[in-house]
């Protein structure tokens, strides 16, 4: 069954750097591509970008641009996501989510996810 | 980027309710739009992709209507396991999400 494990709780200062992991498992990696999304306490969804697993093409929500890079790891089949220059604003649950794809494999990405990962909480504070 | 209104923000409603939560585009996203519930504490789950479409899994109380702009999420007999926040989502362009509906116990 298809499974994305995210790393742990962070807790980082203002103007640190955070890195969080999804591990992915239970179908091929390099199929579909994969989306982060956050959520700030009490509030909603905010879509930060996707990474295609097979490639290197990247696509980040302008409001993140410069502060965020997505990467992947084949061999393990992991993406990662990178946010720089933190501020409290940035405290939230980060979710790695999977494109659902359209059509033949590999699929035409869709921009909807259909598995997510358990979220893990970055706490933004001096 | 395409803003997504939800209404009503919340509603009360009873076991055995039909519930109906609307979704509006600030301009055309098609047919490209999907719903998500979310309990507290656990990830989204998506219910509805493309306006109409089941996700496998879900069950058949929940369906989805609309194109263009104007959109509805509907639970045909509301079940405990309902109660819950749910959010629209446009897949048109640069994906963005209502702001949430959130069903309470009446």
């Known amino acids: 069954q298809v499974q994305l494990v995210q790393s742990g709780a962070e807790v980082k200062k203002p103007g640190a750097s955070v890195k969080v992991s999804c591990k992915a498992s239970?179908?091929?990696?390099?199929?579909?591509?994969m989306h982060w999304v956050r959520q700030a306490p009490g509030q909603g969804l905010e879509w930060m970008g996707m990474?295609?697993?097979?490639?290197?093409?990247?696509n980040y929500a302008q409001k993140f641009q410069g502060r965020v890079t997505m990467t992947k790891d084949t061999s393990t089949g992991t993406v990662y996501m990178d946010l720089g220059s933190l501020r409290s604003e940035d405290t939230a649950v980060y979710f790695c989510?999977?494109?659902?794809?359209?059509?033949?494999?590999?699929?035409?990405?869709?921009?909807?996810?259909?598995?997510w990962g358990q979220g893990t909480l970055v706490t933004v504070s001096s | 980027d395409i803003q997504m209104t939800q209404s009503p923000s919340s509603l009360s409603a009873s076991v055995g309710d039909r519930v109906t939560i609307t979704c509006r585009a600030s301009q055309t996203v098609r047919g490209y739009l999907n719903w998500y519930q979310q309990k507290p504490g656990k990830a989204p789950k998506l219910l509805i992709h493309a306006a109409s479409s089941l996700q496998s899994g879900v069950p058949s109380r929940f369906s989805g209507r609309g194109s263009g702009t104007d959109f509805t999420l509907i639970i045909s007999t509301l079940q405990p396991e309902d109660f819950a926040t749910y959010y629209c989502?446009?897949?048109?362009?640069?994906?963005?999400f209502g702001q949430g509906t959130k069903v309470e116990i009446k």
């Open positions: 989502q446009q897949s048109y362009s640069t994906p963005t």
């Open positions: 989510a999977r494109d659902r794809g359209y059509g033949v494999l590999p699929p035409a990405i869709a921009n909807l996810f259909d598995y």
């Open positions: 990474i295609d697993p097979s490639g290197d093409d990247t």
């Open positions: 239970g179908y091929t990696f390099t199929n579909y591509h």
